[in-house]
């Protein structure tokens, strides 16, 4: 019997994309996965597609496989909004930067914070790194300097710089009279509070 699948709005959960995601963040084939669980490669891709819909003792089988709880795959995702008006100022480096908080505070996996920075603001002359394997910065206006040890990146309006955070850095708005606005994403978060 073929099962058919439901969009949002139906019953039945779709749960293929979260299965594919689990496979595929564990660097694992659908041959790899179909070996592990005694299932075939094409069972497991209809599976993936919202094509068929496994057994439970099959869906438990395949979980087992992917070390995935069985009940992750039905938790309704978790969406968390943060106002503009209600962004908490923070202070991550520097000075002379109005620093907000654009994701929520326990957010572990990545964090958005928009900088404004007024003229001739600064992170510091002493370089510093921060706990994450990676930062981007993009700037939606005005200029920004981003220090290095060994060099500087003049970055101007759209520009997006993308490197480690472990790598001793600091910035610099070396705009004397206007200030300047960036994001900066965090992977993942430097800290959790």
């Keep these: 019997m073929k099962s058919v699948p439901i969009d949002a709005g139906g019953q039945e959960p779709r749960i293929g994309a979260r299965l594919r995601d689990a496979r595929q963040r564990q660097g694992l084939t659908i041959d790899q996965v179909a070996q592990s669980t005694g299932l075939t490669k094409g069972f497991i891709s209809r599976i ?29 995702p978790k969406n968390d909004v943060v106002r503009a008006a209600d962004a908490p100022k923070i202070q991550l480096t520097g000075h002379g930067a109005d620093e907000r908080l654009l994701t929520p505070r326990g957010q572990g996996r990545v964090q958005l914070i928009r900088s404004v920075t007024g003229p001739g603001a600064t992170g510091g002359d002493e370089l510093y790194t921060l706990n994450c394997e990676v930062e981007v910065v993009h700037v939606l206006r005005g200029t920004l300097q981003v220090r290095f040890s060994d060099s500087v990146v003049t970055l101007a309006e759209g520009d997006t710089l993308t490197f480690s955070g472990r790598e001793p850095h600091s910035w610099l708005n070396p705009d004397e009279t206007a200030t300047s606005e960036a994001l900066w994403v965090i992977a993942p978060a430097s800290w959790s509070t």
């Excluded at 819909?53 to 979980?63: A, G």
């Design 48 to 76: 993936e597609r919202d094509v068929t819909s496994p057994s439970v003792s099959t869906l438990v089988t395949v979980c087992a496989a992917l070390s995935l709880p069985v009940g992750e795959l039905f938790t309704a």
